[in-house]
């Protein structure tokens, strides 16, 4: 078929689609009516005051935090997540912790261990009393009208909203997708990308883990190298503020509302929620256990934990960001977090997995770097080996000399089977473990019994095709477990830090709502960069920098006809670039790019090193060249 019956073809389901969406309020009281006499109503725990909570460290330490502070002087406890089993450790401890309410926020949400395991939780939770609301964003959350129809019933106390539900459904056919960006193509591309979690209103959980195994470094062929921070005190308050005006905004559609689960209600026969069966089962009762263990939890979350009397602050954008995308008062989370780099004195350090600098980001560059004395600026991001969205990397690609020359970035690329991941975590993703009995001898690479491991653990997708199973990253010449950077992290001048869902892009600028904690506590900063650094590491990262001019003559033309190229509106044609790849030589010593030495050190790799694939190689190339007007909503 010809694009251009394509495209006829898409209009028309289009134009099919629009009218007549949302479904009348008689049906949606008929759906109500049919949801309030098959919801589970029973409640487990004879206890109504206490929901019978478990005990938990974590809370107990918000709810002193809480206690003693004042409105003049706030206390909080801070706990950085970079470790993906205590990430989910923490989140199910504080699950089966909760007395009056749990409040969720997420992007994505799917039906593999992960996601099935923390909703099983949730049930449960809601049966013993506890108020549960999820509020998840409907183009990558679930996907599944019979298992949403059967949560819509699991109990009265759950409750599930879909944020910006295309065509007022629960799921999305690649057909409808395609509609979408037609029809409607502005709003179908506002998400919202908030991470949340959080219990009685007293602590809480954001960053950019969402509810899928590569995030909890579960999927043994591609995980996530990704980040949270747990936050008590007044901040968790204010992610409650915040979770009260999404769950109310229009945007925000029961179940009830939408066009499939209404059939699926009406025709179908009541079906109770089941417990799951996981792909991994012992994987999953280990992290059971392990939410229960006041030992484990000691070691690996209550002893991290800093108790502080400085700033802490979780800032978010409003519902309206996606109504109004140009109004400055719905971008408050966005706002801060340029705010705080362009306040940088000597140092910027920021890992976002997605390197496409939005307007208003390169004139906070461009500022710092034409001070007297400019601060270092340090990124880890993806490389093409590594990341799931090559689309986006192509535009980083194109930019390089920007952003070296321009802005003095020291750009550091994740190696897909960087070793620092593969040894935190070759635990954590074996399939099962070994039995009991064999645990406590049991030692991975890092040397400690598989009992006491530490588990060191990036998403944002957009339109054009971010992450999971719609892109899948570039094939590569090795075999093994791939990494790729989604964690979204910045420390500035070692005394304050941000840890949040906000990819340093243009559509966590402009289109995507984001959430996240700065924390202005020197300790604290130190805690998030020496994590960051140690991805840029050499067994985990290649070094971006210029590349030599091995032919005088040949090269500087080359160079010239580059500089000309990029600077083309459409057609950046020239393949070679000004810099590249390099990896560190044996029996040398890390050194940074500006360094007079480096070249005698670092030997180049290429401009894509790892990557296998000619045609991820190929469209790389093409979006480099073609795809400078697509940069906005990357």
């Given at each position: 078929m010809s694009p251009r019956w394509t495209c006829v073809l898409l209009l028309l389901l289009a134009?099919?689609?629009?009218?007549?969406?949302?479904?009348?309020?008689?049906?949606?009281?008929?759906?109500?009516?049919?949801?309030?006499?098959?919801?589970?109503?029973?409640?487990?725990?004879?206890?109504?005051?206490?929901?019978?909570?478990?005990?938990?460290?974590?809370?107990?330490?918000?709810?002193?935090?809480?206690?003693?502070?004042?409105?003049?002087?706030?206390?909080?406890?801070?706990?950085?997540?970079?470790?993906?089993?205590?990430?989910?450790?923490?989140?199910?401890?504080?699950?089966?912790?909760?007395k009056h309410s749990i409040d969720i926020q997420i992007y994505i949400w799917d039906q593999d261990d992960a996601g099935q395991l923390i909703l099983d939780e949730l049930v449960r939770a809601a049966r013993r009393g506890?108020?549960?609301?999820?509020?998840?964003?409907?183009?990558?959350?679930?996907?599944?009208?019979?298992?949403?129809?059967?949560?819509?019933?699991?109990?009265?106390?759950?409750?599930?909203?879909?944020?910006?539900?295309?065509?007022?459904?629960?799921?999305?056919?690649?057909?409808?997708?395609?509609?979408?960006?037609?029809?409607?193509?502005?709003?179908?591309?506002?998400?919202?990308?908030?991470?949340?979690?959080?219990?009685?209103?007293?602590?809480?959980?954001?960053g950019g883990r969402n509810y899928q195994d590569r995030y909890?470094?579960?999927?043994?062929?591609?995980?996530?190298?990704?980040?949270?921070?747990?936050?008590?005190?007044?901040?968790?308050?204010a992610m409650g503020e915040t979770f009260e005006r999404f769950?109310?905004?229009?945007?925000?559609?029961?179940?009830?509302?939408?066009?499939?689960?209404?059939?699926?209600?009406?025709?179908?026969?009541?079906?109770?929620?089941?417990?799951?069966?996981?792909?991994?089962?012992?994987?999953?009762?280990?992290?059971q256990e392990e939410a229960d263990d006041p030992d484990w939890l000691d070691e690996y979350l209550v002893a991290p934990t800093l108790r502080t009397t400085a700033p802490v602050e979780f800032f978010s954008d409003l519902p309206a960001k996606t109504d109004q995308p140009r109004e400055r008062a719905a971008?408050?989370?966005?706002?801060?977090?340029?705010?705080?780099?362009?306040?940088?004195?000597?140092?910027?350090?920021?890992?976002?997995?997605?390197?496409?600098?939005?307007?208003?980001?390169?004139?906070?560059?461009?500022?710092?770097q034409k001070q007297d004395a400019p601060p270092r600026i340090v990124v880890s991001t993806n490389s093409l080996a590594s990341t799931d969205a090559f689309a986006v990397y192509a535009m980083s690609y194109k930019h390089r000399k920007r952003y070296l020359k321009e802005y003095g970035f020291e750009i550091y690329e994740l190696k897909p089977r960087a070793l620092g991941p593969a040894q935190d975590n070759a635990w954590a993703s074996s399939d099962d473990g070994p039995d009991d009995d064999t645990a406590s001898d049991a030692r991975p690479t890092g040397g400690k019994p598989a009992s006491k491991r530490r588990y060191v653990g990036v998403e944002a997708r957009t339109l054009l095709g971010r992450g999971g199973k719609r892109n899948r990253p570039a094939p590569l010449l090795s075999a093994g477990r791939r990494f790729g950077l989604h964690a979204k992290s910045i420390v500035v001048d070692d005394r304050f830090a941000m840890v949040g869902s906000h990819n340093f892009d243009p559509r966590s600028d402009h289109y995507n709502t984001e959430a996240g904690v700065i924390v202005y506590d020197a300790a604290f900063a130190q805690q998030l960069r020496t994590a960051i650094m140690r991805e840029t590491e050499p067994e985990?990262?290649?070094?971006?920098?210029?590349?030599?001019?091995?032919?005088?003559?040949?090269?500087?033309?080359?160079?010239?006809?580059?500089?000309?190229?990029?600077?083309?509106?459409?057609?950046?044609?020239?393949?070679?670039?000004?810099?590249?790849?390099?990896?560190?030589k044996q029996g040398c010593t890390p050194m940074r790019p500006s360094d007079p030495n480096f070249f005698s050190c670092y030997e180049a790799v290429g401009d894509f090193p790892e990557v296998a694939s000619p045609p991820k190689l190929i469209y790389t190339r093409l979006l480099t060249a073609f795809g400078a007007g697509a940069n906005g909503i990357l």
């Open positions: 134009s099919t689609l629009l009218p007549g969406c949302s479904l009348s309020a008689a049906k949606i009281r008929r759906a109500d009516a049919i949801v309030a006499a098959q919801t589970d109503h029973r409640i487990d725990c004879d206890n109504p005051g206490t929901a019978c909570a478990e005990p938990s460290p974590l809370l107990d330490a918000a709810s002193a935090a809480i206690a003693a502070s004042t409105a003049q002087a706030p206390v909080h406890v801070v706990t950085l997540l970079n470790d993906s089993e205590p990430a989910m450790v923490a989140r199910i401890n504080l699950i089966r912790a909760a506890v108020k549960v609301r999820v509020l998840a964003d409907q183009l990558f959350s679930f996907n599944d009208s019979v298992w949403l129809t059967r949560l819509a019933r699991a109990h009265e106390n759950l409750q599930i909203r879909l944020y910006n539900p295309t065509f007022h459904k629960s799921e999305t056919s690649p057909l409808e997708f395609a509609a979408g960006i037609v029809c409607c193509f502005y709003k179908f591309n506002q998400r919202m990308h908030n991470k949340i979690l959080l219990v009685d209103n007293s602590i809480g959980i954001t909890f470094d579960w999927d043994n062929d591609f995980d996530y190298v990704d980040r949270d921070v747990m936050v008590g005190g007044p901040a968790a308050q769950w109310a905004h229009k945007r925000s559609v029961p179940l009830t509302h939408l066009r499939d689960i209404y059939r699926l209600l009406v025709d179908g026969t009541p079906s109770p929620w089941r417990e799951p069966v996981y792909l991994h089962p012992q994987r999953v009762a280990r992290v971008r408050e989370f966005t706002a801060n977090v340029m705010r705080m780099v362009g306040s940088a004195k000597q140092e910027v350090v920021l890992q976002t997995p997605y390197l496409v600098m939005s307007k208003r980001a390169r004139k906070i560059f461009d500022r710092l985990n990262a290649w070094v971006i920098g210029p590349r030599q001019r091995s032919i005088p003559l040949l090269s500087d033309l080359s160079a010239a006809i580059g500089d000309i190229s990029a600077a083309l509106p459409l057609f950046d044609f020239w393949p070679y670039r000004y810099a590249t790849s390099y990896q560190l």
